[in-house]
């Protein structure tokens, strides 16, 4: 009974509160003013040791729990001159798996002016949703074009690396697909517009099995299926694709450009193979 009382005096009495009140404080203060930029300097080095150069801009706490940055930088080697760009993003653990020997987190932020969030697991399993990003890219230096489009919508599921028995699956939905640049090859108008553009593949292992690859639009229709062997490097990586083309309202220009690459079967299709290193492929 005396035991009793002195607990509920205890719990009323004005210097348990005082403590109580200072380490809530306390507590705050320190989540707060925590210093990150060790922490984010620290993910910088790990990134790098792994090939992948990273920048953190702007480091800060989020609530619920969670690291955000203002801005991350990604250059990958294949394109010093254009790094990724990712801003406001946010990365937040997956409570339920910190139990368990598979941790996870969870991510977003604004990326090529749409959004891209998703998941990512110790084991390597990823899965990816994008949304409005907008495409603006060179096709390289033997062919001066830009490819131009929305990716309206984007899926990735699977578990990386993309070697031995780990499995995946891609799903992409353009439009407005464009592409820009043709009055340097003598064309009339600068743009041929393509279209929706619909892609969807599947991999096991470095082999991705292109199932569909498919766009409509007011100057031809395309189709195709293949593979892709994916290498350390885009010149060690090889493609094995067949393309259907099928006119509709194409300019005599390249209308004949591409009677010059290959002659059209009976039906009036075009039938292309592209074979060979994903940086130059040939096509036959």
Known sequence: MATSRFGKRLLHSPLLLCFLSFGLCFFIAAVIFLPLAPFAHQLELRMAKQGIPLQIEQPQLLFPPGIGAQKLRITPRQRPQAPFLFENAALSPRWTSLVSSNQGARFEAHFLQGKISGSAYRNGQLSIHAEKLHLDEPLGPQLPLIFVATLE???????????????SQLQLQLIDARLAGLKKLGNNSDTL???RLRFTAKAQGPLVQITQLSSSGPAFDLKGTGTLRIGRTAASSSLNLTLVLTPKELDPTLLDLLTLVKKPQADGNYRFNLRGSLLSPRIN
Do not use: A, C, V, Y
């Open 193 to 195: 517009m393509i279209g």
């Open 153 to 167: 919508q984007g899926e990735f599921d699977g578990r990386l690396p993309l070697t031995g028995k780990n499995s």
